[in-house]
């Protein structure tokens, strides 16, 4: 079946970078895009972008780019996040999901504080 | 960017009756190919949201049928014909069609 296992919790200093995995496996890695997601506590989704786990290429929400950097590794079937430049508004959960929404990861809690 | 604009926030409903949750965006969801991409997904408290509803209507596998989804070009509606415990947390939209979007969420509590 198909699962995505995100990378374990991130506890980071303010201006530091921190960098979640999101590994797939049940399906061929690249026949489907991979999102990324953020919520914060107690709030909805927010759409960060998306990669385009065959070519590489991506499609970012303007608020996110220069924060958010999405790559993959086919040879692992594992898409990344780096998120840089970190402050306390960065704190949240952070989902990776296949492109269509059929599929979510369970979640990367990331801490920023000082 | 498309906003999506869910009503209720919240929604308080008895177990065995109905529920009804809209969202409209503010551009037609049509997409080059005809299709209309989107989805209604569940995040159940502590939990990943999981997809209930893909293509405005078509439930997802292992979803009962007491969900539906419809609508057209800007306006969409999920109906749950019967809530069951089961359902209780937020519910939120979400579009494909353009750069991908939320609805704000609507939290299902049961009376």
């Known amino acids: 079946q198909v699962q995505l296992q995100q990378s374990g919790a991130e506890l980071a200093k303010p201006g530091s970078s921190v960098k979640i995995s999101c590994k797939a496996s049940?399906?061929?890695?690249?026949?489907?895009?991979i999102s990324w997601i953020k919520q914060t506590t107690g709030q909805g989704l927010e759409y960060i972008g998306y990669i385009n786990t065959g070519s590489g290429g991506t499609n970012y929400n303007e608020k996110f780019k220069g924060k958010a950097t999405l790559t993959v590794d086919k040879s692992s079937s594992t898409a990344f996040m780096q998120l840089s430049s970190l402050t306390p508004d960065d704190s949240a959960v952070y989902y990776c999901a296949v492109t269509t929404g059929a599929y979510w990861g369970q979640g990367t809690l990331v801490t920023v504080s000082s | 960017d498309v906003v999506m604009t869910q009503t209720p926030v919240s929604l308080s409903v008895a177990i065995g009756q109905p529920a009804s949750i809209s969202c409209k965006s503010s551009?037609?969801?049509?997409?080059?190919?005809?299709?209309?991409?989107l989805n209604w997904l569940l995040q159940r408290p502590g939990q990943s949201p999981k997809r209930l509803i893909y293509?405005?209507?078509k439930l997802d596998s292992g979803i009962p049928d007491r969900f539906s989804g419809s609508g057209s070009e800007t306006d969409f509606t999920l109906k749950i014909s019967r809530v069951e415990a089961d359902d209780l947390g937020v519910y939120y939209c979400l579009q494909g069609t353009h750069f991908p979007t939320f609805g704000a969420g609507t939290k299902l509590e049961l009376k």
């Open positions: 049940g399906y061929t890695f690249t026949s489907y895009y």
């Open positions: 551009q037609s969801l049509v997409g080059t190919s005809g299709k209309t991409y």
């Open positions: 293509l405005v209507s």
